[in-house]
């Protein structure tokens, strides 16, 4: 069974730092591409940042120069670097692969199952 298994989230103060790490499950198994989403409640989900098949990121505007995407040489598992963290990063982060690939299977659209992050003095 594919699954996306997240970790690394937790409280933080303002200005801090968090790694966010999202690995899939199952031998053989490897990362296309990755984004990661964040929801606050009462808010749409966020397109936060994301690497694509041959490693190039992107980022949101309100992300940019503080957070960072980069995945293990294995491609089995992809990390959210924050830094400088603010009050307003808080939410539920998600990771969301829309291609994972397992030899000749490809696997589409999985989801981590979230994990809080807090900024709070």
């Known amino acids: 069974q594919v699954q996306l298994v997240e970790s690394g989230g937790g409280l933080v103060q303002p200005g801090g730092s968090l790694r966010l790490s999202c690995g899939v499950s199952?031998?053989?198994?490897?990362?296309?591409?990755m984004n990661w989403y964040r929801q606050s409640p009462g808010k749409v989900r966020e397109l936060v940042a994301g690497?694509?098949?041959?490693?190039?990121?992107n980022y949101a505007e309100s992300v940019k120069g503080r957070f960072t995407v980069s995945r293990e040489n294995a491609r089995n598992t992809v990390y959210l670097s924050m830094t400088g963290l603010k009050p307003e990063d808080t939410a539920v982060y998600y990771c969301?692969?829309?291609?994972?690939?397992?030899?000749?299977?490809?696997?589409?659209?999985?989801w981590g199952q979230g994990t809080q992050v807090t900024v709070s003095s």
């Open positions: 199952g031998r053989g198994l490897s990362i296309d591409a």
């Open positions: 969301q692969a829309p291609l994972i690939k397992g030899g000749s299977t490809y696997y589409y659209d999985y």
């Open positions: 690497i694509s098949s041959d490693d190039r990121t």
